[in-house]
């Protein structure tokens, strides 16, 4: 009797034919494959590590850290200027970095570039800081307070004084603190190369607006024939200690009358008040108090622009200073007539002409 090959089915109880004997065959045979090829794998592995790895540190973290960098806000909180000279100053920064808090990284210290932005607009490649300050390394966090304060040379004497005319004379001064840097990112043992560039809008001085005099002194002598107290408000969140001054003393935009002096003038945030004294040319002072109509009111204002004329601190010359505050008149308005009248004991009466 022949024997029959016989073909081992398993079926399932609704009938159905496994496939066990086939997925084991598959198995053993992709074991035997990865057996064989395993090192074409881990070549394709390393080739990915390779590739992918290098692009993450050299391009994907520095790209990360330069956009939170730029992402991040400078706030100026108070700038102190003090003890000028003619080839430096103390300059004393206040300030706060407002940023993203998702990663922690350390910006190592470097010197930062300060220029004045003219109309808000970025300087250009010929443009020249007019202060450079050095910035201390610094913990990324969400505020971080970054204080620094330093003596500053006056290397670019037009820049610098570009910048104090538009202090002095703007409501608003726009400025760029730029400087080449490194970052370090927590977790990789590398610094990358960024660049700290913030546009900081700060409020300016105005042409001292809102300057009066108070308690005004007048005689009849040939020198110091005036004096008074000088309100100066400071809108600003600058301390500027200029020194003893010297003004040109212009009547209503026209002719100069004089020079006024205030002396150890140093603008402090808010009201400032000055002891301010003067040699007058009388003659056009008492021909405008005879005109109408201000020789029919009891007060007789008169307009006077004070343009600055000499600065100096400690002895020393500071034509930077000097040359800013020239570039624009403060208009302050004195009731002039009344204490002329004091004076004399006498109003002075409207001329006939």
Known sequence: MSEKATVSHNESHDGSTSNAGITGQKSKASKGHCKRFWWIYMAVLAVIVLIVVPCIIF????????????????????????????DSFHMAINSTILADNGV??????????????????????????????????????AAVVVNVSQKVA????????AF????????????????????????????????????????????????SVSNINVSLASINNFNGTVHIPNPTVF???????????????GANVGSAYIRNLAMHPGNNDFFIWADIVQGPVLTAL????????????????????????????????ATALSAHNASVTM???????????????????
């Not at 391009?59 to 003619?86: G, H, N, T, Y």
């Not at 109408?292 to 034509?319: M, R, W, Y």
């Not at 002039?336 to 002075?348: E, I």
């Open 239 to 253: 301390t500027f200690e200029i020194g003893n001054t010297t003004w040109n003393n212009y009547l209503n935009g």
């Open 59 to 86: 391009v994907a973290v520095p790209r990360m850290a330069q956009s939170k960098l730029d992402a991040a806000k400078l706030d100026i909180d108070s700038i102190v200027i003090s003890q000028a000279e003619s």
């Open 290 to 321: 005879g005109k109408k109509p201000v020789c029919e009111s009891a007060q007789g204002d008169l307009t006077f622009q004070l343009s600055g004329k000499v600065v100096e601190n400690h002895g020393q010359s500071i034509p930077w200073l």
């Open 164 to 211: 104090n005319e538009q202090l002095l004379s703007q409501e608003f001064v726009n400025v760029r603190v730029e400087g080449d840097t490194q970052i370090r990112v927590a977790g990789i043992a590398r610094d990358y190369p960024v660049t700290f560039r913030k546009d900081v809008q700060l409020k300016a001085f105005n042409g001292f607006a809102g300057i």
């Open 335 to 353: 009731p002039v007539g009344a204490a002329v009248a004091k004076a004399l004991n006498a109003k002075v009466p409207c001329s006939q002409n």
């Open 104 to 141: 922690h990284a350390t910006i190592r210290a470097f010197e930062g570039n300060i220029y004045l932005l003219s109309d808000g607009v970025s300087p250009d490649a010929a443009a020249h800081p007019f202060a450079k300050f050095g910035f201390p390394e610094v913990e990324s966090s």
């Open 154 to 161: 006056v290397e670019d004497v037009d820049s610098l004084v």
